[in-house]
């Protein structure tokens, strides 16, 4: 069965600080791939995905991902990270059965100011 | 305004006691999902509809059942045979392009008292 790893679950962090949050996957096919971002009392929102094409994916508030097939892992970045942050971030993987996303456990990022 | 409402926000409900929770979206999706959210667990595909008058168990389903009547409804039945309910339910769409994303409803928190 296919599954989402995300190698941190909790990860706090100084404003201006570089961010990467580990993302690895298990399935051997074509993969559809997908950063989801939930702020504090917000619904989860989309950062950015990877269908085909360029490994390096540019997303919103300069987030980025970079899916490497060899290590079937698909790592989120931010070079410089603001307070406003401060959120739960969920990887997530196109599943083989039909259209429905495949999560995993989810990764809650603190900034501090 | 399109989007994705689920009603009630927050929902009580006794044990023993069936309940229904709501998805409505107006986005013209034909692809609808539900998916339970529990603290480190990340989100757990319940129920999926890929068309109307058709859906699909997902990972979690037992103590569940869904209808699929309308293309813009898919509501979410929580059985008494739901051994642990309490939790926060997310439904999502996604439209018909193989490389569109799910977007997410706002939640709703379910407490069995």
């Known amino acids: 069965a296919q599954s989402v790893s995300q190698h941190n679950h909790h990860v706090i962090l100084s404003e201006a600080a570089s961010l990467e949050l580990g993302c690895n996957y298990s399935?051997?096919?074509?993969?559809?791939l997908f950063w989801y971002v939930q702020y504090p009392g917000q619904h989860l929102q989309l950062l950015l995905k990877?269908?085909?094409?360029?490994?390096l994916v540019k997303g919103i508030k300069g987030f980025e991902a970079e899916f490497i097939k060899s290590k079937f892992s698909f790592n989120l970045r931010k070079p410089s990270v603001q307070w406003s942050d401060t959120a739960e971030y969920f990887c997530?993987?196109?599943?083989?059965?039909?259209?429905?996303?495949?999560f995993g456990k989810g990764t809650t990022l603190s900034v501090s100011s | 305004d399109g989007g994705i409402t689920q009603s009630p926000k927050y929902l009580f409900r006794k044990e023993g006691q069936n309940v229904t929770l709501s998805c409505e979206q107006n986005?013209?999706?034909?692809?609808m999902y539900w998916y339970r959210q529990d603290p480190g667990q990340g989100l757990r595909l319940i129920y999926y509809?890929?068309?109307?008058?058709?859906?699909q168990k997902g990972d979690i389903a037992e103590g569940y059942s869904v209808s699929r009547e309308k293309k813009e409804s898919f509501p979410l039945t929580v059985t008494s045979a739901q051994k642990n309910p309490t939790a926060f339910y997310l439904c999502?769409?996604?439209?018909?392009?193989?490389?569109?994303?799910?977007?997410f409803g706002p939640g709703t928190r379910l407490t069995v008292l």
């Open positions: 999502a769409s996604r439209g018909a392009r193989s490389d569109n994303e799910q977007f």
């Open positions: 399935y051997g096919g074509t993969v559809n």
């Open positions: 990877y269908f085909s094409g360029d490994p």
């Open positions: 997530a993987v196109k599943g083989q059965a039909g259209t429905a996303l495949i």
């Open positions: 986005l013209n999706h034909d692809a």
């Open positions: 509809s890929q068309i109307v008058n058709d859906f």
